[in-house]
């Protein structure tokens, strides 16, 4: 029995601009971090059967990974070169398709687990180009790198994306104030609404590589603010950052009126009305989580409007381990 996880994360600047239509032209910038949250995969060796079976939201039976229906089992199978005699079950802390890049954590755990099935070492940057590859190059998914990168590092994590593809990782030194109050002031609410990415990503990738400006310079400030929200970090300037949110937010939804809805709107105006300085929609947009920097004196106000609003609070810690096999036997 292999069992491995890797966990979700929260973007924090420059989302969006880790797609090759974006970063192609003009280098991409990411900040995140990776939380308690997680994706395991257990992957269990059969004893005497050579068939394949997966076991997700739906469970398949399978003599060839060919015939799996489930995209990136699929081509993570047939890309490892794993063949019968195999079950999967797949497992996540938070639903899907709620903006806390699920698929590339998703990718990252199988793959490692399916590199320890075979025995095989690889090194974290790897881990994490063979997912993107697996996910956006077999399986055709309208992917960046970020959420592959997250997965595989966890930490408080600068994605530096060149023209080429290739990715500088830093972890973001920042001062022992800074690592204790930065996850207590983000505050996290589960709107309800589940939602597919693929559709707001496709049309940015669309729009991006039709040079249509208004999504491009959006990006450009996207990745600007990024960079300045480092810096605020690193300065430990918290209630800096927390505007920058804000400012991130507003120029975000520039990108595609699918980015947000009515009453994502009120919501997040009753957050702000509440004390928090900024926020935003978590991933693609359009649903999901929805995230509020709120200095402590306005936490508790917040909670309680949100909670009348019948949003339910996710409670998290950073991860700072990344992806990891927790069991090979």
């Known amino acids: 029995m292999i069992t491995s996880r890797a966990p979700l994360r929260i973007p924090l600047g420059g989302g969006g601009t880790d797609l090759a239509s974006y970063y192609r032209q003009n280098g991409g910038f990411i900040l995140s971090v990776g939380i308690d949250k997680y994706v395991y995969i257990h992957l269990n060796r059969l004893k005497v059967e050579r068939f394949i079976r997966v076991k997700y939201s739906q469970t398949e039976r399978v003599d060839d990974a060919r015939d799996i229906a489930h995209p990136l089992l699929r081509e993570a199978l047939l890309h490892t070169d794993v063949e019968g005699g195999i079950e999967i079950s797949a497992m996540s802390d938070i639903p899907g398709r709620t903006g806390m890049g699920s698929s590339g954590s998703f990718t990252v755990a199988l793959l490692a687990a399916l590199h320890a099935h075979k025995r095989k070492q690889v090194s974290i940057q790897d881990l994490a180009e063979e997912a993107h590859y697996v996910e956006a190059g077999r399986a055709s998914q309208p992917a960046g790198k970020h959420d592959h990168y997250l997965g595989a590092f966890g930490g408080l994590t600068a994605l530096e994306i060149n023209p080429s593809g290739k990715v500088a990782v830093t972890p973001l030194l920042i001062s022992e104030h800074v690592a204790e109050e930065l996850p207590n002031s983000l505050v996290v609410f589960f709107t309800g609404i589940q939602r597919e990415s693929s559709d707001i990503l496709t049309q940015q990738d669309q729009d991006t590589q039709a040079g249509e400006n208004a999504v491009i310079d959006s990006l450009h400030e996207i990745k600007q603010i990024g960079y300045d929200i480092r810096d605020a970090l690193v300065e430990g300037d918290l209630d800096k950052f927390g505007h920058l949110m804000h400012k991130h937010w507003q120029t975000k939804k520039r990108r595609s009126k699918k980015m947000t809805n009515a009453r994502i709107d009120r ?60 069991m090979n036997a």
């Open 267 to 326: 919501w997040y105006e009753q957050g702000i009305k509440s004390g928090a300085l900024g926020g935003k929609i978590l991933g693609a947009g359009g649903g999901g989580f929805l995230m509020f920097y709120c200095p402590a004196e306005h936490r508790r106000h917040l909670r309680e409007q949100m909670a009348e609003e019948g949003l339910i609070e996710m409670h998290f810690r950073f991860d700072m381990e990344g992806v990891k096999v927790l």
